[in-house]
């Protein structure tokens, strides 16, 4: 007689230490389930998830409680209709195309350079503190055309913000430590805005000063908004990215050698990265009526969590899901930074990462300088450095050993 277990709890030390087994048997056993502690409805298999990102009857209203009051303000991530499209046509043009090639990318590899600089000739280093977790964070700061004096700051606020929206179990003073975080982002920036509208340059801030699309401009607040949801979703994604990846990498040394050989191989190692360990492990939707899944009917305006780390590794998507092979057949690298992607760590639809490709070229930039200034990596003691975190997961340190390229 087999023994169905008991529905894993996702706020419980043994999920935070490893979810991957609790998702096999929410996939296997409890594909929709109703989660006592966080008081929403989970989905773990790919189809499902997938649908909940491209049916509008998933709505992002649930963002007005999650990311509204840390934000000080509605983002394009709640809005819809057109309002979303008008706002995401503001801000888009610098992500993507030529505007990130020639604006942007020099601004990426001057960052990359300075934080390898500051351990090029070290013989070990922690890869997250002292370049990962800063890199993202500094480009989006010299972006904005902000004072590069202040990546410090930026560097709290960004990690208090992340803590607020990552605060499943609601613990009041890392809720305050976010919201203070948000008021003290907004006093900064409002006087730059102001600045930025009078006598505007050619940095990002500028452009979000100045965009109009059929008439509509960005608000102060509009602004201010963006500006945390980009400092924090950004900011995240791509620093444990980087430190995954690498993490990954290291974990299966001939893949490495592989990147190493053939940097064409840098997306595809970041895009099963994003499978095989998503930064963001869940994103919360809210159904605008009853949705019935499996037999199992959610409510309209409930919650939904959408366990893109259960998905991902979805043994009815993906052949071999729990390995990490940079050469998959099912994971499409020239498909997987857009809207049609194989993969659920951008989300995917009308919501999908408007920073995916900043994100790209990031990875892309700072594995090739790291691959560049190190000839030989390893793990400092000799073991892969294990992940943490539940609503965001990735290393808390990358020590690693390294021999320095000769010049």
């Known amino acids: 007689m087999t023994v169905i277990p008991q529905p894993p709890d996702i706020l419980s030390p043994q999920f935070a230490a490893d979810p991957y087994p609790a998702y096999r048997v929410l996939r296997e056993h409890y594909p929709v389930v109703f989660h006592e502690g966080t008081g929403s409805w989970l989905l773990s298999r790919y189809e499902d998830v997938e649908r909940a990102f491209r049916d509008p009857v998933f709505t992002t209203d649930n963002y007005a409680w999650q990311l509204e009051p840390v934000h000080g303000g509605r983002t394009i991530v709640q809005m819809s209709g057109r309002e979303h499209s008008v706002h995401r046509a503001l801000v888009a043009p610098a992500f993507r195309g030529r505007e990130l090639r020639e604006r942007f990318l ?25 370049f990962a977790t800063r890199f993202p964070v500094n480009v989006i700061v010299d972006m904005l055309g902000l004072d590069r004096d202040d990546h410090d700051r930026f560097h709290a606020w960004y990690a208090a913000v992340v803590g607020f929206f990552a605060n499943l179990a609601q613990d009041p003073e890392v809720a305050e430590a976010g919201m ?69 990498l ?27 360990t998503p930064p963001l ?58 809207a ?12 999908f990462c408007v920073g995916a490709l900043l994100a790209k070229a990031e990875v892309e930039v700072g594995a090739n300088q790291l691959l560049d200034a190190f000839t030989e990596m390893g793990f400092a003691d000799g073991t892969p450095a294990p992940d943490s975190g539940v609503f965001v997961r990735g290393p808390q340190r990358l020590d690693l050993s390294l021999t320095p390229a000769t010049t």
Do not use: W
Not at 110 to 130: K, S, Y
Not at 341 to 350: E, I, N, P, Q, Y
């Open 180 to 248: 203070r975080a948000s008021r003290e982002l907004a006093a900064y920036l409002v006087p730059v805005v102001h600045r930025r509208r009078a006598e505007p340059g050619e940095d990002l801030l500028s452009s979000l000063c100045t965009a109009e699309i059929d008439g509509t401009v960005m608000t102060d607040q509009d602004i201010t908004s963006f500006v945390s949801l980009l400092l924090s979703a950004g900011g995240e994604t791509t620093d444990k990215a980087i430190s995954g990846m690498f993490r990954n």
């Open 250 to 276: 290291l974990a299966n040394p001939e893949q490495l050698e592989a990147v190493r050989a053939d940097r064409d191989l840098v997306a595809a190692a970041f895009a099963e990265s994003l499978r095989f």
């Open 281 to 338: 492990q869940m994103i919360m939707r809210q159904p605008a009526q009853d949705v019935t899944l499996h037999g199992v009917t959610i409510p309209a305006g409930a919650t939904v969590t959408c366990l893109i780390g259960a998905a991902n590794r979805d043994e009815r998507h993906y052949d071999r899901p729990d390995t990490f092979d940079i050469h998959r057949t099912d994971l499409t690298t020239a498909n997987a930074f857009s």
């Open 106 to 130: 020099p601004v990426i590899e001057r960052n990359a350079r300075d934080l390898i600089d500051a351990f090029r000739d070290a013989e070990q280093a922690d890869l997250v503190d002292q």
């Open 340 to 351: 049609a992607a194989d993969h659920l760590a951008f989300a995917l639809g009308r919501h």
